[in-house]
Structure formats: structure tokens, C-alpha cells
């Protein structure tokens, strides 16, 4: 009886022993600072929304200020660290009631990321957050018939010799005036040569969004299949251009980390038109775009984008200068200004 009664004594002390240590770890909170998360407009949400963040489809934001238990925070930093853990947020106007309705909105930060399903699990509370409120611009989006152009990754018009429908509906804002858009690659090109091939025609909003067709037969279309025979040149040491968003500019610079691939350019051109191109200034441009800016705990982290090759437009339209082969794609990352001015290579804008 004596063993039993010591044991069970034994026992009765190891349980309020660790629930005194789970209470003593529950009663001692620990803060976690987020820097640099990031808040994305859900693209996938209702078409007929254009919903922008500060007329951007990111934002970034400062910092987030949680709090929880010491074992809670101390887990969400080494995942963080160890990169299992991307403080990334959507926008989705149907989780939100507000966003319904045309206007600027001013989202409460505290409130979005107290309902983020991802802070919930890490089990912990959000106790503030810089910016505390950021603007989120509202329109509603009307159906209207546009013309379809084709263009190719240079955004340069292409002639065709056919394409069905020549008109489309697509949801635009009221003030519209541009055409619907079909993109083709440099293969896809060759193959609307031979024989028509179906795209989806889409629109490109001010801030980067894009809308599609809803027909989801698509259109049809051909190119001409006769072109010029054109000689053949290499551009060796083309200059090449950076085109940053406004809002990295003056924040980013940008290091191209694969030069040599990007260091050749094989061409099929006249004369004339070879010299213009090699005339200039840039003879390739990489676009940089809010959705390249790293998100927390990836400040290196790689990105690849096709060149533009810049041709001379008026020389493309008549069909006198094109890409030989595929273009390349540039690999780079965005490297934060901690001091200084700006540097890296020009132009910059949006």
C-alpha cells in the first residue's frame, strides 16, 4: 500500500509539474516582427472587380507585430529563417463585403491579418502593424466588344491573314478605348505560318492586372505565310536596359546575373534595319514589375523574365527585321538600396 500511495504521489506531482510549465509558457509572450510582407490583389476573384492596393496589385508592408507563447513565436522564426514560412497575403473582395462596391476603401491592416488563416495556425495574435490602414481602389469593370490586334513579345503589331472572331467581349473600364490583344511566341509565330492556331485575346489594365475573353473557344488566327529572305547578323555587346516600376525605383537595384547569355543577339534584318537597331540606345529591355519584389526572408533571391529585343517598330511592321531562334530569358534579382543614390543600368520608369 505504501508503494502504491508513493507512486501515485509520484504521478500527481509529474502532472502539476507540466502543467505548470504549460501555463508558465502560455503566460510568457514573446513579440515577433514581420518585415517586408507582402499583400497581393486575388486575381482569381471576380473579373468584374478591378481592385488595385494604392493603384498597385502589391503592396508591401513594413512591419507586422505579433505575439504568442515563446515556443510559438520562437517556431514561427525558425521557419521563417529556414524559409519554410513566406509572410504572403491575398486580397480576395469576396472574403471581403466592402470591396463589393465601387470607391476607395480604406482596409484596415490589424483587422485583414488578425483573419489570415496563416496566423491563425502559427497560433498566434497580430498586436499592430505599419502601415495600420492602406487605400484599396474599387472599380467596377463593364463588358465591351474590342478588336483583336496580334502582337509579339515585343508588344509589336503583327499583320495576319486571318483571325476569328475580330471582335471579343471583355470586361474593361467604361473609359476604354484600346483593342483586345494576342500575344504569340517567336514559335508560335511560325506555326500561325503554316496553320491557324487558337489564343486567348486579353486586355492589360494601367497597373500590370489583365483581363481575358470569357469565350472559352478562343480565337483563331493566321499569319501570312510568305515573309522576306532576309539576311542574317550577330549584335554582340547589345546595351541593355532596365525598366523598373515606380515603386522600386530608388528602392532596388537590379543585378543581371547571366550576362553572357545575353551578351549576342542573332538576327535576320536589312541592312537599314540592322543599323537602326544597332543605332539605339538599348537593343534590349528587361521589364521589372512589383510582383519581382522579394518577399520576406528572400531578399536574393532569383528571377527570369524574356528580354525584349526593342526592334525598330517601323521595321518590324514591314517585316525587315526579326529574331533568329528564341529569345533568352535574363536572370537577375533585386538588390535593396541601403544607402546612396540609385545605380545600376537605365532607364528606369513605369
Not at 57 to 63: C, Q
Request: aromatic share 6%.
Amino acid at each position: 500500500m505504501k508503494n502504491k500511495f508513493n507512486l501515485g504521489k509520484i504521478l500527481i506531482v509529474a502532472v502539476l509539474t507540466v502543467l505548470i510549465w504549460v501555463w508558465a509558457d502560455r503566460a510568457k509572450t514573446d513579440e515577433f516582427i514581420v518585415t517586408g510582407a507582402i499583400i497581393r490583389v486575388d486575381t482569381s476573384a471576380d473579373p468584374r472587380l478591378w481592385i488595385s492596393i494604392n493603384n498597385r496589385p502589391i503592396a508591401a508592408v513594413e512591419k507586422i507585430v505579433l505575439e504568442g507563447p515563446s515556443s510559438k513565436t520562437d517556431l514561427a522564426q525558425r521557419q521563417q529563417r529556414d524559409n519554410k514560412l513566406i509572410f504572403e497575403f491575398f486580397l480576395n473582395p469576396q472574403q471581403l463585403p466592402e470591396l463589393q462596391e465601387a470607391g476607395t476603401h480604406s482596409l484596415n491592416l490589424t483587422e485583414f491579418f488578425r483573419k489570415s488563416a496563416m496566423i491563425k495556425q502559427l497560433g498566434l495574435s497580430v498586436k499592430s502593424c505599419q502601415p495600420a490602414r492602406l487605400d484599396v481602389l474599387v472599380k467596377k469593370l463593364v463588358e465591351k466588344q474590342l478588336n483583336v490586334e496580334c502582337i509579339d513579345e515585343n508588344g509589336t503589331v503583327r499583320k495576319v491573314e486571318t483571325i476569328e472572331p475580330a471582335k471579343v467581349t471583355i470586361p474593361v473600364p467604361d473609359d476604354w478605348t484600346g483593342n483586345a490583344k494576342i500575344k504569340l511566341t517567336a514559335v508560335e509565330i511560325n506555326q500561325a505560318k503554316s496553320a491557324a492556331i487558337t489564343k486567348t485575346a486579353y486586355i492589360e489594365l494601367p497597373d500590370g492586372q489583365t483581363r481575358s475573353s470569357p469565350d472559352s473557344s478562343g480565337v483563331k488566327i493566321k499569319l501570312p505565310a510568305t515573309e522576306k529572305s532576309l539576311p542574317e547578323y550577330s549584335i554582340k555587346k547589345p546595351t541593355i536596359g532596365f525598366v523598373l516600376s515606380p515603386n522600386l525605383i530608388g528602392k532596388y537595384n537590379v543585378e543581371l546575373l547571366n550576362p553572357q547569355e545575353v551578351s549576342v543577339i542573332n538576327i535576320r534584318a536589312t541592312a537599314e534595319a540592322k543599323d537602326a537597331y544597332e543605332q539605339q540606345e538599348y537593343q534590349i529591355m528587361v521589364y521589372i514589375s512589383d510582383s519581382d519584389i522579394p518577399t520576406a526572408g528572400q531578399s536574393s533571391v532569383e528571377k527570369k523574365r524574356k528580354v525584349d529585343y526593342n526592334f525598330p517598330r517601323q521595321f518590324v511592321r514591314s517585316d525587315e527585321i526579326q529574331l533568329k531562334g528564341e529569345p533568352v530569358e535574363a536572370k537577375f534579382k533585386l538588390v535593396p538600396i541601403t544607402a546612396g543614390p540609385a545605380g545600376g543600368a537605365a532607364p528606369t520608369g513605369g
